[in-house]
Protein backbone atom coordinates (compact mmCIF):
# COMPACT_ATOMS: atom_id res chain seq x y z
CA UNK A 1 0.00 0.00 0.00
CA UNK A 2 1.68 3.16 -0.90
CA UNK A 3 0.45 4.67 2.53
CA UNK A 4 2.81 1.84 4.56
CA UNK A 5 5.46 2.77 1.62
CA UNK A 6 5.43 6.76 2.41
CA UNK A 7 5.00 6.69 6.38
CA UNK A 8 7.22 3.89 7.57
CA UNK A 9 8.36 4.15 11.43
CA UNK A 10 7.65 8.11 12.03
CA UNK A 11 9.80 8.87 8.56
CA UNK A 12 8.02 10.38 5.70
CA UNK A 13 9.77 8.79 2.70
CA UNK A 14 9.23 10.57 -0.61
CA UNK A 15 9.35 9.42 -4.03
CA UNK A 16 12.33 10.20 -5.73
CA UNK A 17 14.30 12.64 -6.65
CA UNK A 18 12.32 16.11 -7.15
CA UNK A 19 9.66 15.27 -4.46
CA UNK A 20 12.62 15.48 -2.20
CA UNK A 21 13.68 18.15 -3.78
CA UNK A 22 10.76 20.07 -3.42
CA UNK A 23 10.47 19.71 0.07
CA UNK A 24 14.05 21.18 0.75
CA UNK A 25 12.87 24.15 -1.06
CA UNK A 26 9.56 24.02 1.27
CA UNK A 27 11.75 23.12 4.53
CA UNK A 28 13.83 26.81 3.14
CA UNK A 29 10.87 28.89 2.34
CA UNK A 30 9.28 28.16 5.85
CA UNK A 31 12.58 29.43 7.10
CA UNK A 32 12.54 32.15 5.41
CA UNK A 33 8.97 32.94 4.72
CA UNK A 34 7.33 34.08 2.32
CA UNK A 35 10.85 34.42 0.22
CA UNK A 36 11.25 31.19 -2.21
CA UNK A 37 15.01 30.86 -3.12
CA UNK A 38 15.77 31.03 -7.23
CA UNK A 39 19.21 30.76 -7.11
CA UNK A 40 20.67 27.67 -5.26
CA UNK A 41 24.31 27.22 -4.54
CA UNK A 42 24.55 23.61 -3.49
CA UNK A 43 23.21 22.31 -6.88
CA UNK A 44 25.83 22.48 -9.75
CA UNK A 45 28.29 22.29 -6.79
CA UNK A 46 30.71 24.65 -6.42
CA UNK A 47 29.05 26.60 -9.09
CA UNK A 48 25.06 27.15 -7.93
CA UNK A 49 22.39 27.00 -10.32
CA UNK A 50 19.17 28.97 -11.11
CA UNK A 51 16.50 27.00 -10.38
CA UNK A 52 13.43 26.56 -12.99
CA UNK A 53 11.13 25.25 -10.37
CA UNK A 54 8.01 27.25 -10.35
CA UNK A 55 7.04 28.71 -6.76
CA UNK A 56 3.51 27.67 -6.48
CA UNK A 57 3.51 24.27 -5.61
CA UNK A 58 6.44 25.35 -2.70
CA UNK A 59 4.39 28.44 -1.29
CA UNK A 60 1.40 25.85 -1.37
CA UNK A 61 2.77 23.54 1.18
CA UNK A 62 4.71 26.16 3.05
CA UNK A 63 1.81 28.52 3.88
CA UNK A 64 -0.54 25.13 4.80
CA UNK A 65 2.02 24.15 7.26
CA UNK A 66 2.49 27.17 8.46
CA UNK A 67 -1.04 27.57 9.30
CA UNK A 68 -1.77 23.71 10.64
CA UNK A 69 1.24 24.14 13.01
CA UNK A 70 -0.09 27.96 14.20
CA UNK A 71 2.58 29.66 12.86
CA UNK A 72 5.35 27.37 14.27
CA UNK A 73 7.60 24.87 11.93
CA UNK A 74 6.83 21.19 12.75
CA UNK A 75 8.39 19.33 10.20
CA UNK A 76 6.72 16.05 10.90
CA UNK A 77 3.45 18.11 10.01
CA UNK A 78 5.20 19.75 6.72
CA UNK A 79 6.15 16.17 5.51
CA UNK A 80 2.77 14.90 6.18
CA UNK A 81 0.80 18.02 4.54
CA UNK A 82 3.53 17.15 1.80
CA UNK A 83 3.11 14.24 1.30
CA UNK A 84 -0.94 14.24 1.09
CA UNK A 85 -0.70 16.53 -1.42
CA UNK A 86 -0.37 15.36 -5.01
CA UNK A 87 -3.25 12.67 -3.93
CA UNK A 88 -5.83 15.72 -2.59
CA UNK A 89 -4.47 17.65 -6.11
CA UNK A 90 -5.58 14.50 -7.73
CA UNK A 91 -8.79 13.95 -6.16
CA UNK A 92 -9.70 17.35 -6.90
CA UNK A 93 -8.85 16.90 -10.73
CA UNK A 94 -12.09 15.26 -11.14
CA UNK A 95 -14.17 18.23 -10.27
CA UNK A 96 -12.66 20.29 -13.93
CA UNK A 97 -13.01 17.42 -16.01
CA UNK A 98 -17.07 17.07 -14.29
CA UNK A 99 -17.55 20.59 -15.69
CA UNK A 100 -16.29 20.11 -19.32
CA UNK A 101 -18.01 16.61 -19.48
CA UNK A 102 -20.94 17.89 -18.69
CA UNK A 103 -20.69 20.91 -20.76
CA UNK A 104 -19.46 19.31 -24.01
CA UNK A 105 -22.28 16.61 -23.61
CA UNK A 106 -24.41 16.38 -20.31
CA UNK A 107 -24.30 15.16 -17.17
CA UNK A 108 -23.95 11.58 -17.87
CA UNK A 109 -20.69 12.72 -20.13
CA UNK A 110 -19.69 14.82 -16.78
CA UNK A 111 -19.45 11.70 -14.59
CA UNK A 112 -18.10 9.15 -17.00
CA UNK A 113 -15.17 11.75 -17.64
CA UNK A 114 -15.05 12.33 -14.01
CA UNK A 115 -14.94 8.39 -13.42
CA UNK A 116 -12.07 8.11 -16.26
CA UNK A 117 -9.63 10.55 -14.77
CA UNK A 118 -10.14 9.01 -11.65
CA UNK A 119 -9.10 5.36 -13.00
CA UNK A 120 -6.68 6.51 -15.33
CA UNK A 121 -3.65 4.68 -15.50
CA UNK A 122 0.08 5.95 -15.96
CA UNK A 123 1.47 8.96 -15.05
CA UNK A 124 -1.21 10.61 -13.85
CA UNK A 125 -1.54 8.00 -11.69
CA UNK A 126 1.52 8.00 -10.55
CA UNK A 127 1.52 12.09 -10.13
CA UNK A 128 -1.15 11.85 -8.16
CA UNK A 129 0.26 9.11 -5.77
CA UNK A 130 0.63 9.82 -1.43
CA UNK A 131 4.35 10.89 -1.62
CA UNK A 132 5.03 12.17 -5.36
CA UNK A 133 5.34 15.40 -4.04
CA UNK A 134 6.22 17.11 -7.41
CA UNK A 135 4.48 19.79 -8.91
CA UNK A 136 3.11 18.06 -12.21
CA UNK A 137 -0.13 17.29 -10.36
CA UNK A 138 -0.62 21.30 -10.04
CA UNK A 139 -0.32 21.87 -13.38
CA UNK A 140 -1.97 19.24 -14.29
CA UNK A 141 -5.04 20.65 -11.82
CA UNK A 142 -4.94 23.99 -12.89
CA UNK A 143 -4.49 23.68 -16.37
CA UNK A 144 -7.65 21.46 -16.67
CA UNK A 145 -9.63 24.35 -14.48
CA UNK A 146 -8.18 27.01 -16.85
CA UNK A 147 -9.86 24.49 -19.80
CA UNK A 148 -12.97 24.53 -17.47
CA UNK A 149 -13.79 27.84 -16.30
CA UNK A 150 -12.86 29.31 -20.21
CA UNK A 151 -15.05 26.71 -21.62
CA UNK A 152 -17.95 27.86 -19.47
CA UNK A 153 -16.92 32.01 -20.15
CA UNK A 154 -17.04 30.74 -24.05
CA UNK A 155 -20.47 28.75 -23.61
CA UNK A 156 -22.14 31.79 -21.76
CA UNK A 157 -21.10 34.08 -24.43
CA UNK A 158 -21.83 32.59 -27.49
CA UNK A 159 -24.07 34.48 -29.77
CA UNK A 160 -24.91 37.13 -27.74
CA UNK A 161 -24.22 40.71 -28.30
CA UNK A 162 -22.23 42.54 -25.55
CA UNK A 163 -21.61 46.38 -25.17
CA UNK A 164 -18.62 47.10 -23.53
CA UNK A 165 -19.73 48.86 -20.17
CA UNK A 166 -19.81 48.90 -16.18
CA UNK A 167 -22.32 46.47 -16.91
CA UNK A 168 -20.73 44.10 -18.63
CA UNK A 169 -18.03 43.55 -16.09
CA UNK A 170 -21.37 41.49 -14.11
CA UNK A 171 -22.13 39.23 -17.02
CA UNK A 172 -21.37 35.78 -16.24
CA UNK A 173 -18.78 35.74 -19.16
CA UNK A 174 -16.69 38.01 -17.59
CA UNK A 175 -16.79 36.43 -13.76
CA UNK A 176 -16.00 32.74 -15.99
CA UNK A 177 -13.06 34.16 -17.07
CA UNK A 178 -11.50 36.16 -14.78
CA UNK A 179 -11.84 32.93 -12.59
CA UNK A 180 -10.14 31.12 -15.67
CA UNK A 181 -7.79 33.62 -15.17
CA UNK A 182 -6.84 32.85 -11.83
CA UNK A 183 -6.37 29.20 -12.63
CA UNK A 184 -4.08 30.30 -15.78
CA UNK A 185 -2.15 32.10 -13.36
CA UNK A 186 -1.73 29.39 -10.99
CA UNK A 187 -0.59 27.07 -13.74
CA UNK A 188 1.49 29.60 -14.87
CA UNK A 189 3.07 29.82 -11.48
CA UNK A 190 3.38 25.79 -11.19
CA UNK A 191 4.99 25.32 -14.20
CA UNK A 192 7.22 27.66 -16.80
CA UNK A 193 5.78 26.18 -20.03
CA UNK A 194 2.38 27.24 -19.51
CA UNK A 195 2.48 29.59 -22.48
CA UNK A 196 2.78 26.30 -24.58
CA UNK A 197 -1.02 25.40 -23.89
CA UNK A 198 -1.56 29.37 -24.13
CA UNK A 199 -0.51 29.15 -27.63
CA UNK A 200 -2.92 26.36 -28.28
CA UNK A 201 -6.05 28.53 -26.79
CA UNK A 202 -5.46 31.41 -29.47
CA UNK A 203 -5.13 28.85 -32.37
CA UNK A 204 -8.20 27.67 -31.14
CA UNK A 205 -9.85 31.06 -30.73
CA UNK A 206 -8.36 32.59 -34.31
CA UNK A 207 -10.07 29.46 -35.79
CA UNK A 208 -12.95 30.15 -33.99
CA UNK A 209 -13.39 33.79 -34.83
CA UNK A 210 -13.28 32.79 -38.68
CA UNK A 211 -15.79 30.38 -38.15
CA UNK A 212 -18.07 32.08 -36.93
CA UNK A 213 -17.52 35.63 -38.72
CA UNK A 214 -18.02 33.41 -42.41
CA UNK A 215 -21.18 32.26 -40.72
CA UNK A 216 -22.16 35.63 -39.90
CA UNK A 217 -22.56 35.00 -35.99
CA UNK A 218 -21.43 37.31 -33.69
CA UNK A 219 -17.25 37.38 -31.77
CA UNK A 220 -17.55 39.73 -29.32
CA UNK A 221 -17.83 36.70 -26.62
CA UNK A 222 -14.21 35.54 -27.76
CA UNK A 223 -13.08 38.77 -26.73
CA UNK A 224 -15.21 39.33 -23.51
CA UNK A 225 -13.92 35.67 -22.27
CA UNK A 226 -10.42 35.82 -23.62
CA UNK A 227 -8.91 39.26 -22.91
CA UNK A 228 -9.47 39.21 -18.97
CA UNK A 229 -8.01 35.66 -18.51
CA UNK A 230 -5.17 36.89 -20.58
CA UNK A 231 -4.49 40.07 -18.61
CA UNK A 232 -4.79 38.22 -15.27
CA UNK A 233 -2.43 35.95 -16.42
CA UNK A 234 0.34 38.91 -17.49
CA UNK A 235 -0.09 40.44 -13.84
CA UNK A 236 0.83 37.06 -12.22
CA UNK A 237 3.67 36.79 -14.02
CA UNK A 238 5.56 40.51 -13.35
CA UNK A 239 6.99 39.79 -10.18
CA UNK A 240 9.00 36.51 -11.28
CA UNK A 241 10.12 37.27 -14.93
CA UNK A 242 13.84 37.92 -15.23
CA UNK A 243 14.88 39.92 -18.40
CA UNK A 244 18.06 38.55 -18.04
CA UNK A 245 16.65 35.48 -19.20
CA UNK A 246 15.88 36.66 -22.57
CA UNK A 247 13.50 35.02 -24.02
CA UNK A 248 13.83 31.20 -22.58
CA UNK A 249 10.57 29.16 -22.82
CA UNK A 250 12.54 26.87 -19.40
CA UNK A 251 12.68 30.50 -17.20
CA UNK A 252 10.56 33.24 -16.49
CA UNK A 253 11.38 35.63 -19.41
CA UNK A 254 10.35 37.85 -22.36
CA UNK A 255 8.83 35.11 -23.66
CA UNK A 256 6.19 34.56 -20.65
CA UNK A 257 5.29 38.20 -20.98
CA UNK A 258 4.71 38.59 -24.87
CA UNK A 259 3.19 35.81 -25.12
CA UNK A 260 -0.17 37.21 -23.01
CA UNK A 261 0.02 40.31 -24.64
CA UNK A 262 0.62 39.26 -28.09
CA UNK A 263 -2.59 37.36 -27.25
CA UNK A 264 -4.91 40.33 -26.52
CA UNK A 265 -3.40 42.14 -29.25
CA UNK A 266 -3.97 39.67 -31.34
CA UNK A 267 -7.99 38.64 -30.20
CA UNK A 268 -8.50 42.59 -30.38
CA UNK A 269 -7.28 43.14 -33.71
CA UNK A 270 -9.62 39.92 -34.70
CA UNK A 271 -12.51 41.94 -33.61
CA UNK A 272 -11.77 45.34 -34.92
CA UNK A 273 -10.87 43.31 -38.18
CA UNK A 274 -13.89 41.87 -38.22
CA UNK A 275 -15.95 44.59 -37.66
CA UNK A 276 -14.47 46.74 -39.75
CA UNK A 277 -14.75 44.16 -43.17
CA UNK A 278 -18.53 43.93 -42.35
CA UNK A 279 -18.58 47.78 -42.24
CA UNK A 280 -17.47 47.85 -45.21
CA UNK A 281 -19.93 45.21 -46.54
CA UNK A 282 -16.67 42.94 -47.50
CA UNK A 283 -17.83 39.37 -48.33
CA UNK A 284 -17.23 36.56 -45.59
CA UNK A 285 -13.93 35.06 -47.13
CA UNK A 286 -12.24 38.47 -47.25
CA UNK A 287 -11.78 37.61 -43.18
CA UNK A 288 -9.48 35.22 -43.18
CA UNK A 289 -7.73 36.44 -45.89
CA UNK A 290 -7.28 39.40 -44.00
CA UNK A 291 -5.97 37.66 -41.03
CA UNK A 292 -3.61 35.48 -43.17
CA UNK A 293 -2.07 38.72 -44.70
CA UNK A 294 -1.43 40.14 -40.94
CA UNK A 295 0.21 36.88 -39.71
CA UNK A 296 2.71 36.85 -42.16
CA UNK A 297 3.16 40.47 -42.17
CA UNK A 298 3.40 39.90 -38.13
CA UNK A 299 5.79 37.18 -38.03
CA UNK A 300 8.08 38.73 -41.29
CA UNK A 301 8.51 42.16 -38.68
CA UNK A 302 8.99 39.82 -35.58
CA UNK A 303 11.77 38.05 -37.35
CA UNK A 304 13.54 41.29 -38.13
CA UNK A 305 12.74 43.28 -35.21
CA UNK A 306 12.76 40.66 -32.06
CA UNK A 307 14.44 37.94 -33.94
CA UNK A 308 14.84 35.64 -30.48
CA UNK A 309 11.07 35.90 -29.70
CA UNK A 310 10.51 34.71 -33.17
CA UNK A 311 12.96 31.89 -32.89
CA UNK A 312 11.36 30.88 -29.74
CA UNK A 313 8.02 31.20 -31.14
CA UNK A 314 8.62 28.81 -33.97
CA UNK A 315 10.58 26.44 -32.00
CA UNK A 316 8.06 25.83 -29.33
CA UNK A 317 5.74 23.51 -31.30
CA UNK A 318 8.89 21.07 -31.24
CA UNK A 319 9.00 20.74 -27.60
CA UNK A 320 6.11 18.77 -28.06
CA UNK A 321 5.63 17.49 -31.29
CA UNK A 322 8.99 16.53 -32.55
CA UNK A 323 10.76 13.21 -32.01
CA UNK A 324 12.95 13.81 -28.84
CA UNK A 325 16.07 11.55 -28.46
CA UNK A 326 19.11 11.16 -25.07
CA UNK A 327 17.60 12.73 -22.05
CA UNK A 328 14.85 14.43 -23.37
CA UNK A 329 13.17 10.99 -24.34
CA UNK A 330 13.46 9.52 -20.84
CA UNK A 331 11.21 12.42 -19.49
CA UNK A 332 8.25 10.28 -17.26
CA UNK A 333 5.71 12.76 -16.97
CA UNK A 334 5.41 13.04 -20.97
CA UNK A 335 5.42 9.07 -21.33
CA UNK A 336 2.16 7.68 -22.97
CA UNK A 337 -0.73 6.94 -20.12
CA UNK A 338 -0.33 3.49 -21.42
CA UNK A 339 2.99 3.34 -19.71
CA UNK A 340 3.11 2.94 -16.55
CA UNK A 341 5.85 3.50 -14.28
CA UNK A 342 5.96 2.06 -10.43
CA UNK A 343 6.48 5.35 -7.80
CA UNK A 344 8.29 3.29 -5.40
Not at 254 to 265: I, Q, R
Not at 305 to 331: C, D, K, Q, R, W
Amino acid sequence: MPYDSVFRNGVVAFASDDAVYHMRLVENTLHNFPNRVFFDPFTKFPYGNILHFAPLWTQLIATISLIAGFGSINMQTVNTIGAFMPAIFGAMVVFPVYIIGRNLGNKSTGILAALMIAILPGQFFSRSTLGFTDHHIAEVFFSTATFAFFFLALRTGQGRQFTFSRKCLKEKTVLYSILAGLMLAAFQLSWSGAPIFVMIILIFILIQYILDDMKGKSTDYLAIATVPMLLIHLISILPYFNPENGYSTYYYSWFHVAVPVAGMVMVITLSLVSKELKKRGYKPYYYPLSLGGLFVLGMFLMKIVLPNLYETIVGTPGMIFSVHTGGSATIAEASSILKDRACF
